[in-house]
């Protein structure tokens, strides 16, 4: 029996969602199913704002950044009455399956969505934050990595040419996934994410030792440090004057914001909004509601939607413990 599923994207935007929205296409296209996308999130499911989706959606949509569906926050679905307009419009369209691509508070709205509706719900990470748990990662995680890492070179070469010290913020939400990661693959001297801050006082001792320890065998180099948004009191700012007042003053604070959530997706984004997309159209139909699709040690999974954010996803220890070893490196000696 022809089923009838729709699909929005919410929260922030992420590389890969409409390559995402690409494969539920072609796979219900496959599966004789009608699929129907709803814009701007929650709030084209309040508004029974929908379009049909077809394959003739899908032309030059792998490579594009952004997501054709559009995004917003939605505070009317936060509250009773807004759930049960989005259930009754569910109900109203006659829609069997809807897939949600978003984050932590995107499968929240869809969790409290199912106590007032009871067709089948499917959520798809998509968060450059990667601070979901039950997936090795999320939609639109790598493609950031580059990007932050890409900004962090660019960062470098002006740094060098003044031996100034940078800070550079990057997004993560509460996590330091993008931080890390950012900071190891572009040869960042430090990195401040919230997993292991302590205090300002301690941290601010650490990055000063490690850039007086520097300085004392390469001369006056530059430094950079990448923070992740949210750890630090007062942001860059308040890091920029700490570190002002132990006689450091070449500072310069660099904000990456959304710059790195647009762009065109790398091949791993790619490849893993594909294969969620197309796992989570088979899954349609079948006795398994409230489920997240993601992927662990390269298989499609499902985790119960709560199991998202009741579980806190660690960072990779091995990265960690790079990341460690090269922000101590040989200064620690001198």
Known sequence: MSKRVA??????????????????????????????GYKHG??????????????????????????????????????????????????????????????DGSFRGAAKLSEYWGGQIIGIPGTIDNDISGTDATIGYYTAIDTAMSSIDKVRDTADAFERIFLVEVMGRNAGFLALNAALSSA??????????????????????QIKAQRSVKGPVSFIVVVAENVWPNGLTGLTDALQKHNIDDVRPVTLGHVQRGGSPVAQDRLLATTLGEFAISLVGKDITNVMVGEVNQRPVTVPLSKTWENTKPLNEARVDAMRTLMNERYDNT
């Open 7 to 36: 699909i929005l994207t919410s929260g922030g935007d992420a590389p890969g969602m409409n390559a995402c929205i690409r494969a539920t296409i072609i796979a219900c296209q496959k599966a004789d199913y009608t699929l129907l």
């Open 188 to 209: 960042a001297d430090y990195v401040v994410v919230p997993e292991f801050f302590v205090s300002e006082k301690d941290e601010i001792q650490k990055i000063v030792s």
């Open 42 to 103: 929650y709030n084209g499911l309040l508004q029974q704002e929908y379009i049909s989706l077809s394959l003739d959606s899908t032309h030059n949509l792998l490579q594009q950044g952004g997501t054709i569906l559009h995004s917003a926050r939605c505070k009317e679905f936060k509250n009773q009455e807004g759930l049960i307009k989005a259930a009754n419009n569910l109900l109203q369209a006659e829609i069997d399956t809807l897939i949600v691509i978003g984050g």
